[in-house]
Every structure is written in C-alpha cells, then in structure tokens.
C-alpha cells in the first residue's frame, strides 16, 4: 500500500516543480521581452522611454546617496563639536538648540532613524522604545497614525540631513549679536 502513495507523492512534486518552473520560465521571459522593447524605444528616441529611464536612474541616484543611521550620528556628533568650539557669545542659538535637542532625545533613545529607501526620516519619540510604561504602550495615550509627520524632525536625502544641513550652515554667527549692533547704530 505504501508503494502507490509514494510514487503518487513523488509525482505531485514534480508536477509542483515543474509547474514552479515553467511559471518562472514566463517571468523570466516577460522580463525579456520588456527589456527589448525598452530598448527598442529608446534607441528611437521615444520620450516616454527617455522619461522612465531617467525616472529609475534618478531612483537609483537617491536610493545609493540615501544617508543611514550611521551618517546621522556621525554628522550630529560632528555638528555638537563644531559647535562646541565656538564661543557661546557667537554660537547661532538655533543651531544650538537643534543639535541639543537631537542630541539629549539620542542619549535618551528616542531619536529615531527610518529609512524609505530613497530617503530617511529621523523622529523623536515621547518615550524610549524599551520602557514599558502604560503610556508608552496604550494606543490612545500615543500620537494618532494620522499625525506622524509631527514627530518627524530631519529628512535626509542625498548623503545630507536637510533641516540639521540648514541650522549648521551659519552655526558660529550669532543672529542676535548682528541684530543688537543694527539697533545701537
């Protein structure tokens, strides 16, 4: 009895394999087929093939140069020392208060990096990720999923964090220093 079940068994995987295989046969040459009409259109100059290939390579421009968590922490602890070498009477207050807000909520853990591929988003959350405190847990005490980009405080795209990028580029004038002196003359 055990004879028939095998050798029906046996057939039934090959089936399922042969039956996998043709399926990724077709896939395969529908892929094919694509290529080669892409192909065909863009060496004849069709705008519309011109537009979704630089559409991909401009995704694969941003999806390569998309920061990681590595580069955020790099740039804001490079960001916190060049702002530490400058006196605190010429040191930019928004970019100090940026970097140290980013900073403590890091040492606090709850600066968060989440990469979508073709860009980063760094958000700060209300509590740490491994505290189990009835808030921190309980779905009506968090933030709506409907309101998510208002923890979201940085967007890196294109090897740069952008608002962190825009605070530091002037951090060592002080705004208020040059605004007192305009008042006084």
Known sequence: MA??????ATKAKVGLLKRFGEYLLMVANDYKVVAQETFQDVTSGSIKAASYLSGLVAL?????????????ETVLMESAHDLSLVGESIRSEKADE???????????????????GI????????????????????KHTNLPWYQWHEKVVDVGIL??????????????VNQNEWDGKENSS
């Open 119 to 138: 860009l980063s988003l760094v958000w700060i959350s209300e509590q740490r990720d491994g505290l189990d405190l009835y808030t921190a847990k309980c």
């Open 159 to 172: 090897g740069k964090f952008m608002v962190l990028d825009k605070n530091m580029k002037d951090y060592d």
């Open 60 to 72: 694969g421009v941003l999806h390569r140069a998309n920061p990681t968590k590595r580069d955020l």
């Open 98 to 116: 940026f970097v140290d807000k980013l900073c403590s909520a890091q040492r606090d853990g709850r600066l968060h990096y989440t990469s979508l």
């Open 3 to 8: 004879g028939p079940t095998a050798k029906v």
